[in-house]
Structure formats: structure tokens, C-alpha cells
């Protein structure tokens, strides 16, 4: 069965830093595209940030570009979302997603996924 856990969230002030990790367990997931997305309170899930399983090539969302960095190891199965100058529209609940197929795009990303249960950011003003 696979699981995600995400770690790292926390309470940050405008500019600050905070890194996301993600642990997948299940499978050995070398072969797969994973990445976060976030949702705020009253508002749809949205893309933040993916990385693809070969390469590895990189996408962002326009918002986060040039603040926030995904990596990945596949030796831990473990996926990472470095979050720089922080702002209060970043305050969210951030989700860890895995690609259910292997060989997958960047670009679906989240169509067909499992879900981790989410860490709260909170960036105060």
C-alpha cells in the first residue's frame, strides 16, 4: 500500500524559509513523477512545483517560481520542496503527490495520484 508523509510545515514570517520533505513507502518510486500542490482555505487545490523521474526535469507554477526548489532522492524515496521568501499568500495546507504510473509527465501530474495527508504553512505578515 502506498503512503506519503509529509514533514516540515510550520508558523514563518513574510521572508522566511521553511523545507517540506515527503516519505513515500510502498514501492520504490525511482521510475515515478511526484510533486506538491497547496490549497488555502476557501480555495481550490493548485499545482506548486513537480520533478520528473528522469533527468530530473522540473516545472513551477508562475507564483513560486525563482522562491521555491523541488528535489528528490530516490534512495530515500523522498521528495523535497525548499519554500525561500516566504509570503502570506503561500499560507496553506501543502500536499506531497506521486505519480500512480511510472514514466509519467510533469504536466499530468495530479490527475492520476496518490495524496499525502498534508502539512500546514502558515506565513504571517
Known amino acids: 500500500q502506498v503512503q506519503l508523509v509529509e514533514s516540515g510545515g510550520g508558523l514563518v514570517q513574510t521572508g522566511g524559509s521553511l523545507r517540506l520533505s515527503c516519505a513515500a513507502s510502498?514501492?520504490?518510486?525511482?521510475?515515478?513523477?511526484m510533486g506538491w500542490f497547496r490549497q488555502a482555505p476557501g480555495k481550490d487545490r493548485e499545482f506548486v512545483a513537480a520533478?520528473?523521474?528522469?533527468?530530473?526535469?522540473?516545472r513551477y507554477a508562475d507564483s513560486v517560481k525563482g522562491r521555491f526548489t523541488i528535489s528528490r532522492d530516490n534512495a530515500k524515496n523522498t521528495v523535497y520542496l525548499q519554500m525561500n521568501s516566504l509570503k502570506p499568500d503561500d499560507t496553506a495546507v501543502y500536499y506531497c503527490?506521486?505519480?500512480?504510473?511510472?514514466?509519467?509527465?510533469?504536466?499530468?501530474?495530479?490527475?492520476?495520484?496518490?495524496w499525502g495527508q498534508g502539512t500546514q504553512v502558515t506565513v504571517s505578515s
Open positions: 510502498g514501492r520504490t518510486f525511482s521510475t515515478y513523477s
Open positions: 520533478i520528473s523521474w528522469r533527468g530530473p526535469s522540473t
Open positions: 503527490t506521486v505519480d500512480t504510473k511510472p514514466y509519467g509527465s510533469i504536466w499530468d501530474l495530479g490527475a492520476n495520484s496518490y
